[in-house]
């Protein structure tokens, strides 16, 4: 790894730091997962949300105040997680069919590499849909080269570089250094996870497909013999890249007496896409506290679960009436455990929801905690 490339990954507390290495090199030298951009309904408001819910900062913002008339977007960061938010100024805007159709979701993942162009052409090369041809933008901080490939539904990866990697963000917006709502961030420090769902029968599809174009490997994968419960159940493998910044767990429906939580975020979302976003925490007792404090509404976990956790679980380091208060999960592999919680959606339709995660070790997602 270049000097560069190393100082995205490390710079300031709390960021990504590399989970293994398998011995492959990537087809594409991905530096950092630069944004996830969610075409929302009122982004004005999304963006008051997540700065008093979560406690994201807005540090950039684009729209007809800064020449671009079709879209209003606002970028939001927390430690490394970048979140852009967009919605449309006008009925004819694709922005807005994609909301008619999918409410509230994300439309397109951005991976910021040494050369968009060169790493388009790869891509392409391999199988990709191209959805975005190599385009240069520029402004006072330099160029920055944009492509762009089709995913899974509506769904699209985007590829970035930049002259100067440590610009604030894209041309067409401008900072705006507001911080928090509530005075305090929530010790959100990067993406570790991004979950997709997808149609019965369509997993395979989908894992052959981040194999061959990206070159991703299969992490781990589940059946129903593993995540199930008496009325629902799923299919799920994790793909990643060499060194684990990039970890997409891809989910389809298996049968049970009821329908699927993936088959009823298809229904709803009409379409596969992004279920759900696991942010990390270096605190997530601190984190989740301050976030429930917000209003930020997680699932119910009961009382139960907390009885005799040590003998399942084997000593931990927090204290489990903290963790019981706050309904944090706890899973163990081989490597260590890891703490999580999982929000309620976000939105009316029961589709895309976060997890905020904490590893001590472990490199697993959870399985256990599927019920």
Known sequence: MDTSQKS?????????????DLGRKDIVAIERIHHIELWVGNAKQAAYYYRQAYGFE??????????VRDRASYMLQSGDVRLVLTTALGPDSPISAHHLEHGDGVSVVTYQIPNA????????ERGAEPEMDPTTFKDENGEVEIAGIKAFGDTSYRLVSMEKPHRVFLPGYETRQESPIIGVTNNLTFIDHMVTNVEDGRMEH???????????????????NDISTEYSSLRSKVMTNNDGLV?????????????S??????????????????LA???IIGSVAQMRQCGVEFLNTPDSYYKNLEDRIGKIDEDIDALRRLGILVDRDDKGYLLQVFTQPVE????????????????????????
């Open 261 to 278: 939580q993936i088959q009823e975020y298809i229904d709803y979302y009409r379409s596969p896409g992004v279920q759900h976003i696991a």
């Open 281 to 283: 925490t270096d605190d």
């Open 348 to 371: 009316d339709r029961p589709t895309m929801f976060f997890e905020i995660i904490q590893r001590k070790g472990s490199l697993s997602f959870g399985k256990g905690n599927f019920k």
């Open 58 to 67: 807005l540090l950039a913002y684009a729209g007809p105040e800064t020449g």
């Open 206 to 224: 989908w894992v052959d497909w981040y194999k061959k174009v990206f070159g991703f490997s299969v992490l781990a994968h589940f059946d129903e």
């Open 8 to 20: 995205l990954r490390t710079a300031g507390k709390g960021l990504y730091q590399p989970l293994y």
């Open 247 to 259: 970890k997409i767990p891809i989910n389809e429906p298996a049968e049970g007496k009821m329908k």
């Open 117 to 124: 162009r060169s790493a388009f052409e790869i891509l392409v």
